[in-house]
């Protein structure tokens, strides 16, 4: 069975970057869509990106498109979200998990195996 295991979060102040990593162990990581989600304290999860099992389509939210960047590296198992110029409501625990499909509106992505990892923690301060 596939896990994936995020990692990367930290405490940044507005305009930073972090790079996200997810990393995958198992069995055909390469056969499998990939979205970042996040939730903020007393909101939904929602789905910020997304990259299909090639890495040749992506898709992002409204509110993080031109500031943020996934891609992926099968040979190392590992989907990336590059985060550039931060804000504090991008602040959050962010999530990787496999979708469907990457060829939906963003707002329809959804956790294909209904299973979340323990996430890593991004601050955005002031």
């Known amino acids: 069975q596939l896990q994936l295991v995020e990692s990367g979060g930290g405490l940044v102040q507005s305009g930073g970057s972090l790079r996200l990593s997810c990393v995958g162990t198992?069995?055909?990581?390469?056969?499998?869509?990939i979205g970042w989600f996040r939730q903020a304290p007393g909101n939904e999860r929602e789905a910020v990106s997304c990259?299909?099992?090639?890495?040749?389509?992506?898709l992002y939210a409204d509110s993080v498109k031109d500031r943020f960047t996934i891609s992926r590296d099968n040979a190392k198992n590992t989907v990336y979200l590059q985060m550039n110029g931060l804000k504090p409501e991008d602040t959050g625990v962010y999530y990787c998990?496999?979708?469907?499909?990457?060829?939906?509106?963003?707002?329809?992505?959804?956790?294909?195996?209904?299973?979340w990892g323990q996430g890593t923690q991004v601050t955005v301060s002031s």
């Open positions: 198992g069995y055909s990581f390469d056969y499998y869509a």
């Open positions: 998990a496999t979708v469907q499909s990457c060829a939906t509106p963003v707002d329809s992505l959804e956790n294909y195996f209904d299973s």
């Open positions: 990259v299909n099992s090639r890495g040749g389509h992506t």
